[in-house]
């Protein structure tokens, strides 16, 4: 039995297959799923200071997530969790995962092959390989 699924989102329309393919999952009126959005830092290197408000430019990303989860969780009949962070959208999944000891990841894979797959770095390939759980890979139709 699956306890907790973290989907991993990101606000393109890959996102609504994902969440089109976790309806076909056999999710058990107990089981968690958490809803997740990774938002890139706006530059590299940058230390968000947690102990004051960040700039209206930090927070439109963040509202805009909030917002696209927040429809998904209404439309989906599952006890859910929302989970926004910023970081290496690769390494804060994984993270996410081991944070909440999922059993299942739900991710979308944009379907790059070959040298676009390097070059673009391939973030469901990278939590294909460091995910300390199952992973489903939604692919484009």
Do not use: F
């Not at 006890?79 to 999944?93: F, K, R």
């Amino acid at each position: 039995m699956l306890n907790t699924i973290l989907v991993a989102l990101d606000g393109t329309e890959l996102s609504e297959q994902v969440i089109h393919n976790l309806n076909q999952v056999n999710i058990q009126p107990e089981t968690k799923v958490i809803l997740s959005q990774v938002i890139p830092p706006l530059e590299d290197n940058v230390e968000w200071s947690a102990d004051r408000p960040h700039g209206i430019s930090e927070e439109i990303p963040y509202r805009k997530a909030e917002k696209q989860l927040q429809s998904y969780q209404n439309r989906l009949p599952y006890q859910i969790e929302l989970e926004i962070v910023t970081g290496d959208p690769a390494e804060e999944i994984v993270r996410l995962a081991n944070i909440h000891h999922v059993d299942l990841i739900v991710i979308g894979s944009r379907g790059l092959t070959g040298l676009k797959r390097i070059l673009e770095r391939s973030v469901s390939s990278q939590v294909l390989e460091d995910a300390p759980c199952s992973v489903l890979l939604v692919k484009p139709k």
